[in-house]
């Protein structure tokens, strides 16, 4: 084959179509991966306990099939008339917290109408 003006820029129209159909895929595939969900948290029960009269405490229930390991971080927030209320707050547990058992976050909420959420 001769190779002229001609057949060069043929051959150079066809790289760069390449070129183009391979970086589009390249960023087709990292548009992908940058939208991979991030692993959901595991929701848990929370519940504002009522300790004297307008003040009620937020205990949370491991209320998942297994036991959650020490050192875990569980974060929760409270709410108060379903609003958000005094940020996002969290517990390391210091020891195991085995299905059906609770901890008591120490947290004092003010009033009557309290709620919480809780995850890890």
Do not use: H
């Not at 087709?28 to 692993?39: D, F, G, H, M, S």
């Not at 517990?91 to 947290?107: R, Y």
């Amino acid at each position: 084959m001769k190779f002229t003006f001609k057949t060069g820029v043929i051959v150079l129209a066809s790289l760069l179509t390449s070129v183009a159909a391979i970086n589009s895929s390249v960023r087709a595939e990292n548009i992908r991966v940058n939208k991979v969900p991030l692993p959901l948290a595991t929701s848990l029960d929370c519940k504002a306990v009522f300790i004297k009269e307008f003040t009620q405490v937020p205990v949370i229930k491991n209320s998942t099939q297994k036991t959650i390991s020490s050192g875990t971080v569980i974060s929760w927030r409270g709410y108060w008339a379903g609003k958000p209320a005094g940020g996002n707050k969290s517990i390391t547990l210091t020891q195991p917290l085995a299905p059906g058992q609770t901890i008591n976050t120490g947290v004092q909420l003010s009033g009557d109408q309290n709620s919480c959420k809780a995850y890890y």
